[in-house]
């Protein structure tokens, strides 16, 4: 029996609320295996901040380098508004992804049956719809040089930004995402803008040699990333898996939450390179919302991004599959019973607690394992 460390780093706000929801399926998992876990807990933001004055120790960078997977809540607060920059506390989610080379951000959008009224689009366009949006997180034109603003002393001024790219930066991020797509519908869909960026030409270029040489049995298709964004509202489940640059995936994976409906839901996973010597790879697993400052405190947070968080876990750092669908069935199958946190609600169903929801899920896990 394998056994996984875990860091926990629950955070501010509803960060430890929703993180004390994923401790009771990690303890589900402990009872009933195949896996376990041993788990350690750390500070990050605000709450760093107040006991270290940083909002990350470089303690805790060497334990999340030398955890097998780390499960991160949401930082952040009004109580630190004044802090100075950078000790702020997404300072330290940002060291965090930097320090453990994370440059795969990992999204899936999927609109459970229970929850397509809740999207702004209509029930047919998104009911059981799956993607997964994959963008590159630590190039382009985020990081790229120079990035300045001159005065240029006529009363104008010159902003500059640059979209860099090299060849290992596109051949690491499309190799996640052919590996990805094959894990699933086994479709990749590229998206860039070749026609008018040189960043664009070379991506294109890259992905088609890395699916060349690596991925030939992968369906691999290209799409202009402002058309891109325009099929993803008109029929989204035509794509599988979408790669795309830090910039483009910003917005097309903002684009791509909003079908689901609630922030509430969404979970996502950052990777970094695999290791060569020990053949694991470096992961940090969050919901995409924050610390939602406006109900903390008051077990009204919804748990599910948080918990889908932990399954992505199981999925991609511990390949323990059958578990990780295992998580998504029961939370489908609590919110197909009804059962829903405040921000989810609907007429005619019952809106329970963190904890309650947490409890749903763990006891619909029990059930499904039961006949399985
Ligand atoms: P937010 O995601 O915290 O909240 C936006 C809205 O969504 C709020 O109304 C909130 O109540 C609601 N919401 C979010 N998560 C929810 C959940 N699980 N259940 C129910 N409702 C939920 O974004 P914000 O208000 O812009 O930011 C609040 C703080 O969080 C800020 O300090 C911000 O910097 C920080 N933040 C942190 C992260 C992170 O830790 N990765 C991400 C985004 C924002």
């Not at 409906?261 to 979970?267: E, H, N």
């Not at 406006?294 to 991609?316: C, E, Q, T, V």
Request: charged residues 25%; contains cysteine.
């Amino acid at each position: 029996m394998a056994t996984h460390r875990l860091l926990l780093i629950p955070g501010d706000g509803i960060g430890p609320e929703v993180m004390a929801e994923v401790k009771k399926v990690v303890a589900f998992f402990n009872e009933r295996g195949p896996d376990r876990f041993e788990s350690e807990e750390a500070l990050v933001g605000g709450c760093c901040y107040d006991a270290h004055g940083v909002a990350v120790t470089d303690e805790t960078v060497a334990k999340a380098k030398a955890a097998d997977a780390v499960i991160f809540g949401s930082v952040g607060g009004p109580k630190w508004d004044g802090v100075p920059f950078d000790v702020r506390p997404e300072a330290g989610l940002l060291r965090l992804r930097k320090d453990l080379s994370l440059f795969a951000n990992i999204r899936p959008a999927v609109c459970y049956p229970a929850l397509a009224e809740s999207s702004s689009l209509k029930r047919e366009v998104v009911e059981g719809l799956d993607i997964v949006i994959l963008r590159e997180l630590t190039g382009g034109v985020y990081f790229g040089e120079p990035k300045t603003i001159t005065d240029l002393g006529n009363g104008q001024k010159r902003a500059v930004d640059t979209q860099v790219y090299d060849t290992y930066e596109i051949e690491r991020i499309a190799r996640v995402g052919f590996e990805l797509a094959k894990k699933r519908r086994n479709k990749l869909t590229s998206m860039e803008k070749r026609n008018v960026m040189k960043t664009g030409v070379l991506w294109h270029e890259v992905v088609n040699q890395v699916h060349e040489r690596e991925f030939k049995d992968v369906k691999l298709e290209h799409v202009l990333a402002d058309a891109g964004g325009m099929q993803l509202v008109r029929w989204p489940k035509q794509f599988d898996v979408i790669v795309c640059d830090n910039l483009f995936g910003d917005m097309l994976s903002d684009i791509a939450a909003m079908l689901t409906g609630s922030l509430g839901m969404l979970p996502s996973a950052s990777l970094g390179e695999v290791d060569a010597k020990s053949k694991k790879r470096r992961a940090l697993y969050e919901p995409v919302h924050g610390s939602a400052p406006d109900i903390a405190g008051k077990g009204a947070a919804n748990p599910i991004a948080m918990i889908a968080s932990f399954a992505m876990a199981l999925r991609y750092s511990f390949a323990l599959l059958d578990e990780a669908d295992l998580i998504d069935q029961a939370i489908a199958a609590a919110l197909a019973k009804g059962l829903r946190t405040a921000d989810i609600k609907s007429e005619g169903t019952t809106v329970v607690g963190t904890a309650q929801m947490g409890d749903a899920i763990v006891a619909e896990m029990r059930t499904l394992a039961s006949v399985q």
